[in-house]
């Protein structure tokens, strides 16, 4: 007999994406909720992420007119995750279970109060194949005022996003001076800010608006929420997981779990000894994970016979460390950079190699791909004064004066010339002017022989709508020439356990670990080792999460 200190119904590890959906469910079951949170901060990297959830066939696309069904989804997740024998996790079934459960996920939300929309314009990554949705299949929530929370509202991880803006207004601000439809925008936002300001509102967007509403309707529901309380050890009894062993007032506090315990801890990103073992040539020093994202719930798991699967994976981010931002929590991307006009990405020789365009998770992938046989972390985006005048850099407005100390340490590589610039970045002048010289006259035909960058919704998506004849090709012509470099970052890892249809976790054998249950970057994704759209990280989280939850409720 387990000799508890407290006993719930079911307990959470971890207050990401799924954690609250989870909970949320299992409270209108009557049932009685703990969520451990290690850190000081509630969300997880949900919080501080676009807080994009990837949900095919959802309501607002029905309210919306844009079409989509469960066989056109079908079809375009077979053909972007299907195949994959060395993926368990995005097997037929558990893609199946998915796509249905995920709007009725949603559906859920919204009978809890929980205000969500969608992006009117975000394409799925690989529209070129059967059944990828060119208007996109996103969901987001609606701006949050975070004072509704009361005292909870510090205790809150913050977005990466720190005006009263929706993601579409904030994407469309950097081009207030080329555009008047931005510059409404701006008007817009910033009348939104004085509003707030004069009636006392305190404006949250993105992922904090998501993990904000959800923390508010877990709190009204009566879910206990503990911060700084890390799960420390599963408790087995009988073969099942019964509970947890969690840290209460500096104390081992024993937690039981008479219906299961979700494991949805985060992934490993910033815990560089399982990267070297599971993905050699990344550092967590290139993440933009939350501090809680240091795997030891999944090696927990592991110790108790979970199969784990996927570990090489990560949700790469193209990132470029500037001087100064090198330690910051949010480190500034380099996603858009190379797919806008007058800008390629380069390997340590001079020599372009992907498409610079479509998923950030398939760029980072093809950098280290790269690297196994040249020289290609760091690579370099390499661009003329055309893109510096109009584009933003390293966070930095277009146009604006960079940083002596950017030149002074060698991050912001300036040539008069092709050549000098190649001469700076340590490459054969020779190679990158034939690189450049080639990218060119593609520009001049307007099309990209090499890598077709241009030829998806999602390429043109992620460069300038301004610029014609093509949103993404634009010549590199107009000196000085510039060059900084870019590492495969991350926004987390994408492999861990191994679940089932009901997110429940498996051994090697296929048998269930009774009690335990996992979702989120702690688990191996159902998209297998792709990114088909934005959002495929939370919106699964969350999915599995309310699987998980009705899954134990009916079991109990």
Avoid at 45 to 51: I, P
């Amino acid at each position: 007999m387990n000799d508890f200190d407290e006993e719930f119904d079911f307990v959470v590890a971890g207050s990401g994406g799924g954690s609250m959906c989870a909970a949320l469910y299992l409270r209108a079951q009557g049932k009685r909720v703990l969520i451990l949170e290690k850190t000081e901060l509630v969300g997880g990297t949900t919080a501080r992420s676009g807080g994009v959830m990837w949900i095919p066939n959802n309501p607002f696309m029905k309210r919306d007119g844009v079409a989509d069904s469960f066989e056109q989804a079908s079809a375009y997740l077979d053909s972007v995750a299907g195949g994959q024998d060395d993926a368990p996790a995005a097997s037929p079934l558990r893609r199946h279970t998915y796509l249905t459960q995920a709007p009725r996920m949603v559906d859920f939300l919204l009978e809890q109060g929980i205000k969500l929309t969608r992006v009117s314009y975000w394409p799925d990554y690989y529209t070129e194949r059967p059944g990828g949705s060119s208007d996109g299949r996103t969901v987001v929530a609606e701006l949050f005022n975070i004072n509704e929370l009361g005292s909870w509202k510090e205790k809150l991880r913050p977005s990466f996003l720190n005006v009263p803006a929706m993601l579409e207004e904030a994407m469309a601000l950097p081009d207030f001076r080329r555009s008047w439809h931005s510059r409404r925008v701006m008007l817009r936002v910033a009348g939104r800010a004085i509003t707030a300001l004069l009636t006392g509102k305190r404006y949250v967007s993105a992922g904090a608006a998501l993990q904000g509403r959800m923390l508010q309707g877990a709190l009204r529901a009566g879910v206990d929420i503990r911060t700084e309380s890390p799960v420390t050890e599963l408790i087995v009894a009988n073969d099942k997981v019964v509970g947890v062993v969690t840290v209460k007032d500096g104390q081992s506090w024993r937690v039981g779990a008479r219906l299961g315990v979700l494991v949805n801890a985060g992934g490993f990103s910033l815990n560089q000894r399982m990267r070297d073992q599971y993905q050699p040539g990344t550092s967590a020093a290139w993440s933009n994970a939350t501090p809680g994202d240091t795997g030891e719930m999944i090696e927990e798991m592991m110790r108790h016979g979970a199969a784990v699967a996927q570990m090489e994976e990560m949700v790469g981010y193209q990132t470029t460390l500037a001087p100064g931002n090198e330690n910051d929590d949010i480190k500034p991307s380099a996603q858009r950079m190379t797919a806008a006009p007058h800008a390629i990405l380069v390997d340590q020789s001079g020599v372009r190699y992907m498409n610079e365009g479509g998923s950030y998770m398939a760029y980072c992938k093809g950098m280290l791909d790269r690297n196994q046989s040249v020289p290609a972390v760091p690579s370099w985006a390499v661009f003329d004064s055309q893109y510096l005048s109009t584009y933003m850099l390293a966070g930095t407005m277009p146009g604006s004066k960079k940083p002596q100390r950017w030149y002074d340490e060698g991050y912001l590589k300036k040539g008069d010339s092709i050549a000098e610039l190649a001469r700076q970045i340590e490459v054969e002048p020779a190679v990158l002017g034939e690189t450049i010289a080639r990218f060119n006259s593609f520009v001049a035909n307007g099309k990209d022989e090499d890598f077709h960058r241009g030829e998806r919704a999602y390429d043109l998506w992620l460069g300038d709508k301004l610029h014609q004849p093509s949103a993404t090709l634009g010549a590199i012509e107009k000196g000085p020439f510039y060059a900084v470099p870019v590492v495969p970052g991350d926004v987390g890892t994408y492999g861990g356990v191994v679940t089932d249809e009901h997110a429940r976790v498996l051994r090697e054998d296929g048998t269930v670990i009774a009690g335990l249950y996992a979702t989120g970057i702690s688990t191996a994704s159902v998209m297998g080792r792709t990114y088909p759209g934005a959002g495929c990280s939370i919106g699964p989280s969350f999915t599995w999460g309310y699987v998980a939850a009705q899954h134990a409720a009916n079991a109990g």
